[in-house]
């Protein structure tokens, strides 16, 4: 293919996994790092290459994608030894699709900028499932030539790319601020769901006027569904991830000087079910705390 792009991706969690498979599926030159190496055997045996170091994995390489969990995670693949800044060549790119905070990233650009590459920061908005089915959505920011050479693997991995500008950190800012609305709706929902549930009504009920009326939209669709069939144990973005999400919206927002009166409710509502022993439920497990909260079984 024309626009394919000598690839490196590093962080093969649930959803880099699926973003892999994706890239790979487009026939772009993909090699695969990751540290549990049973994450990378279904993607090797579909044709990418393995990689046994960060390093090897930005060899020859235009592109390395980082997909990993948290700020010190990226800074360990990025700036540890042999990392990414070590490694990848010269006018390289290091697309980073992960959600982080916005001053590590501002110190991910500057660090890349020093050794001649370029950082773009492209948070991805959706499910592991929204990924398999093509649906999901990128916020992507940095230096617009380096933003272009990475389209061919947005148009791979995802259905829309919004761009946020020439500053990584404003992909980041709407990331973050995306997943504060999603937080604060599904702890409106589970007070919501709790309050018809205390007057004997069926949680099936109040689901379908909600997403059949004014909130027909996949978070009320996706999240209220499974607060009405209380499927915790099937995660697609834990509890304590959404923690890690909801310190990095504070720390923006403290920056910034925006005062976030409704996330500390939902911040609270998130360390409770952690206090409970449900951090590595889905984090719409909000609403088992609100209804504990409201005295429900």
């Given at each position: 293919?024309?626009?394919?792009?000598?690839?490196?991706?590093?962080?093969?969690?649930?959803?880099?996994q699926?973003?892999?498979?994706?890239?790979?599926?487009?026939?772009?030159?993909?090699?695969?790092?990751?540290?549990?190496?049973?994450?990378?055997?279904?993607?090797?045996?579909?044709?990418?290459?393995?990689?046994?170091?960060?390093?090897?994995?930005?060899?020859?390489?235009?592109?390395?994608?980082?997909?990993?969990?948290?700020?010190?995670?990226?800074?360990?693949?990025t700036?540890?030894?042999?990392?990414?800044?070590?490694?990848?060549?010269?006018?390289?790119i290091?697309?980073?699709?992960?959600?982080?905070?916005?001053?590590?990233?501002?110190?991910?650009?500057?660090?890349?900028?020093?050794?001649?590459?370029?950082?773009?920061?492209?948070?991805?908005?959706?499910?592991?499932?929204?990924?398999?089915?093509?649906?999901?959505?990128?916020?992507?920011?940095?230096?617009?030539?380096?933003?272009?050479?990475?389209?061919?693997?947005?148009?791979?991995?995802?259905?829309?790319?919004?761009?946020?500008?020439?500053?990584?950190?404003?992909a980041?800012?709407?990331?973050?601020?995306?997943?504060?609305?999603?937080?604060?709706?599904?702890?409106?929902?589970?007070?919501?769901?709790?309050?018809?549930?205390?007057?004997?009504?069926?949680?099936?009920?109040?689901?379908?006027?909600l997403t059949?009326?004014?909130?027909?939209?996949?978070?009320?669709?996706?999240?209220?569904?499974?607060?009405?069939?209380?499927?915790?144990?099937?995660?697609?973005?834990?509890?304590?991830?959404?923690?890690?999400?909801?310190?990095?919206?504070?720390?923006?927002?403290?920056?910034?000087?925006?005062?976030?009166?409704?996330?500390?409710?939902?911040?609270?509502?998130?360390?409770?079910?952690?206090?409970?022993?449900?951090?590595?439920?889905?984090?719409?497990?909000?609403?088992?705390?609100?209804?504990?909260?409201?005295?429900?079984?």
């Open positions: 293919m024309n626009d394919s792009v000598r690839v490196g991706f590093i962080g093969l969690g649930r959803m880099g699926a973003m892999a498979a994706r890239v790979l599926a487009a026939e772009h030159d993909l090699v695969v790092y990751n540290r549990s190496v049973e994450k990378v055997r279904e993607l090797v045996k579909g044709g990418a290459l393995p990689a046994s170091t960060v390093a090897e994995a930005c060899q020859e390489r235009e592109v390395v994608i980082s997909m990993v969990t948290d700020d010190n995670a990226l800074r360990e693949v700036l540890g030894p042999k990392g990414i800044k070590a490694s990848l060549p010269a006018g390289a290091h697309l980073c699709m992960g959600t982080h905070g916005a001053a590590v990233i501002q110190q991910m650009a500057a660090a890349h900028n020093d050794a001649k590459q370029t950082l773009v920061a492209a948070p991805v908005l959706g499910r592991p499932e929204a990924v398999t089915a093509g649906l999901l959505n990128i916020v992507a920011a940095g230096p617009e030539e380096a933003v272009r050479k990475c389209e061919p693997l947005f148009k791979a991995i995802g259905k829309r790319t919004f761009n946020a500008g020439t500053k990584p950190e404003g980041i800012a709407i990331k973050l601020s995306n997943n504060f609305v999603l937080g604060c709706a599904i702890e409106a929902m589970a007070e919501s769901f709790s309050l018809i549930r205390k007057y004997g009504v069926s949680p099936q009920v109040f689901y379908e006027v059949e009326g004014l909130f027909a939209a996949p978070a009320y669709k996706v999240y209220g569904k499974i607060i009405v069939d209380e499927s915790y144990d099937k995660v697609g973005f834990s509890t304590m991830v959404a923690l890690k999400d909801a310190k990095l919206i504070f720390e923006a927002a403290e920056i910034a000087r925006v005062p976030l009166p409704s996330g500390s409710v939902w911040r609270d509502r998130l360390l409770s079910a952690v206090a409970h022993g449900e951090g590595d439920l889905d984090w719409a497990v909000m609403a088992r705390d609100q209804g504990r909260c409201s005295g429900l079984e």
